[in-house]
């Protein structure tokens, strides 16, 4: 089974913690067909879609990757192709999964380009706002001092674009900071944010739940650091085992159907508290991490749901 990656650089991937790197060596193991590009190597002629193609060797240690060779090949040559190129998900990323529809249908993507194209992964979860926090999304600076000014404690502001706590910002209406907060995060009313109430249970950990086919196979809490507001690990947080409640379930649950029916294979959630915040699609992570606390493979179980799809088709 061939497998190609669209993802970053190599040298951007800290082996350490990255689950494309997790995928990548589970495809070695398994299959001994790994290739990857950048999207900025995709191209299309007359409707067909190709992309300048390094075929790599994926090690366990140093050198993690090792080229063997590069060149241009079609994209209907490969059996798979994991779409994992990290947000921003700007006009290049969604051009990019325009191309990736051209490709015949007999190749597998995932997590499907169409379905990515649409689940932008601040707004998707309001489709089940019933499991939402309180969320105002707008660009009107006034709109946000207002609806903020009606909250019962802190609000959270996010750009609708960004990923990994990047610009997400813990404020309260009465800081003299706070329209300079929104001035800076809209662009000055030109750009939409999201507008949350804060959830005290983040000093307790951001839950993240990876979902294979919808069903939740893994699953931590991220905990924020004394110094920082956010549940992401890469500004410090630590990671911890936890049962899953019976709101969790009922949220995954929730959402089963409509990732299996949009072919969104591989997908991560996140949950403050009771609230569910975030659908991850592009590039979900955490299953370095979620092996370790769980003793478990997850991407052993992904290339498992893979290739019972593949068989069925």
């Known amino acids: ?43 299309s002629k007359n409707g067909n879609v190709f992309g300048n193609i390094t075929k790599l060797n994926v090690s366990k240690k ?3 990757f090792s080229m063997i060779e ?3 090949i079609g994209l209907s040559y490969f059996d ?4 994992r190129k990290d947000p921003p998900f700007d006009i290049s990323y969604i051009f990019t999964t325009y191309l990736l529809d051209l490709v015949p249908k007999k190749t597998l993507i995932l997590n499907n380009p169409t379905a990515v ?5 601040k707004m998707i979860a309001l489709h089940w706002s019933q499991f939402c926090p309180p969320t105002l999304v707008t660009h009107e600076i006034e709109r946000a001092l207002s609806w903020s000014s009606q909250q019962p404690g802190q609000v959270v502001i996010k750009p609708w674009d960004g990923n990994g706590g990047r610009g997400v910002l813990v404020s309260h209406f009465d800081d003299p900071n706070f329209r300079s907060m ?37 699953w931590m809490t991220r905990i924020p650091s004394e110094k920082d507001h956010r549940g992401n690990m890469h500004v410090g947080a630590t990671v911890a085992s936890f049962e899953l409640s019976a709101r969790d379930k009922e949220i995954c649950a929730s959402l089963k159907d409509y990732l299996k029916n949009n072919d969104l294979l591989f997908v991560g959630i996140d949950i403050i508290g009771d609230f569910l915040t975030e659908i991850n699609v592009t590039s979900p992570t955490g299953i370095q991490e979620i092996n370790s606390l769980m003793n478990c493979c997850i991407e052993e179980l992904i290339f498992n749901s893979v290739e019972s799809k593949l068989s069925k088709t």
């Open 182 to 218: 929104l001035e800076l995060l809209t662009n000055n009313g030109q750009e939409y944010i999201l507008v949350q109430r804060y959830i005290p249970e983040i000093k307790e950990g951001d839950k993240r739940i990876i979902l294979i086919n919808g069903d939740p196979v893994g």
């Open 1 to 43: 089974m061939n497998n190609l990656f669209i993802m970053d650089p190599l040298d951007k991937i800290q082996v350490k913690g990255d689950s494309t790197y997790s995928l990548m060596l589970e495809a070695q193991k398994r299959y001994n067909s790994v290739y990857m590009c950048t999207p900025q190597e995709l191209f």
């Open 62 to 64: 140093e050198p993690y």
């Open 70 to 72: 590069r060149k241009e």
């Open 117 to 121: 194209r649409t689940a932008n992964e």
């Open 80 to 83: 798979v192709i994991w779409l």
